[in-house]
């Protein structure tokens, strides 16, 4: 890897290590030069400002991320093993990307309407689109989600979300037992409704 590529993978991985730890808008762009040990027009040189370098960070690790998803989230006909192989797939990304995914749950928060909340809404459109296409596809076999796909995948984003949070801030030890446990529930909760 040539050292501007090197580079550019540095001060990303301080930026989302940052942005994770404090927020957006509690970072500042002295502070990610500080860190990077990188001068200001180095930072805009690769990123042009603070909001261009999270569209970066987005684009590199959020694409990943929907990757990642799209894959463990095609409907194998079987609801139950979709489910825990969607809740598998978040915590193993959650695993490999700490800091992408703190960041990312706390971007998910924010206002709309905020600089990071108008960088963000794209990608989490696409996050949310996943899940809602997987309840959409599954709503066929599992008929008590008719008319309900959109909330059920809202709920399941957002238990996949805090389960992988815990699991990486070290809340859950036992990822198997804890997803059984979790699909079962929902899955539960979906037949029932």
Do not use: W
């Amino acid at each position: 890897m040539e050292k501007s590529s090197e580079t550019k993978k540095f001060i990303l991985e301080t930026a989302t290590r940052l942005f994770a730890a404090k927020g957006y808008d509690g970072v500042g762009v002295q502070e990610i030069c500080n860190e990077s040990s990188i001068t200001k027009p180095t930072l805009y040189y690769y990123f042009t400002s603070k909001s261009g370098l999270l569209s970066a960070i987005l684009e590199e690790t959020g694409s990943q991320m929907l990757e990642s998803f799209e894959k463990s989230s095609e409907y194998r006909h079987d609801f139950i093993g979709s489910l825990t192989s969607i809740l598998k797939g978040s915590i193993e990304f959650a695993t490999l990307h700490p800091d992408f995914y703190r960041l990312s749950c706390a971007l998910q928060n924010v206002s709309s309407e905020s600089e990071s909340g108008k960088i963000y809404r794209d990608f989490s459109e696409k996050l949310e689109g996943i899940f809602q296409r997987f309840f959409e596809n599954s709503v066929s076999e599992i008929g008590n989600m008719k008319g309900k796909e959109i909330l059920f995948s809202r709920i399941f984003f957002q238990t996949c979300q805090a389960v992988s949070m815990d699991m990486i801030s070290g809340r859950f030890q036992n990822e198997n037992e804890i997803s059984s446990s979790i699909i079962h529930s929902f899955a539960y909760g979906v037949v029932a409704g």
